[in-house]
């Protein structure tokens, strides 16, 4: 079993930074891949960012190059997520999930193992 709590989510001006914070328990950190998902309302869950268990290997959504980076330290057991130049359209619930095969950054949600309850980011103009 992994347990993942968000932290971090909040009310931010367009243009604006945050950084989304996941902390994880129950297994080895490294054991696992951990990724970043987000539902706004009416649509479905889309994949942002994810990085593999050792921290090598990364992976970003289009819409979220050069704006977003995912990161990780192992040694805190904590994945993060600093969105930089947030726009409106970044509005939605953010959710961090765990992959059990460490080496992908796999862009399915059905490939990941373990949810967070969610972090809402609200971005207005």
């Known amino acids: 079993q992994v347990q993942l709590v968000e932290s971090g989510g909040g009310l931010v001006q367009a243009g604006g930074s945050l950084r989304l914070s996941c902390a994880a328990s129950g297994r080895t950190f490294t054991s696992y891949a951990m990724g970043w998902f987000r539902q706004a309302p009416g649509k479905e869950r889309e994949f942002v960012a994810a990085?593999?268990?050792?921290?090598?290997?990364?992976a970003y959504a289009d819409f979220v190059k050069g704006r977003f980076a995912i990161s990780r330290d192992n040694a805190k057991n904590t994945v993060y997520l600093q969105m930089n130049s947030v726009k409106p359209e970044d509005t939605a619930v953010y959710y961090c999930?765990?992959?059990?095969?460490?080496?992908?950054?796999?862009?399915?949600?059905?490939?990941?193992?373990?949810w967070g309850q969610g972090t809402q980011v609200t971005v207005s103009s």
């Open positions: 990085v593999r268990g050792g921290g090598n290997i990364i």
């Open positions: 999930a765990a992959n059990l095969d460490s080496r992908t950054t796999s862009l399915k949600s059905s490939h990941y193992d373990y």
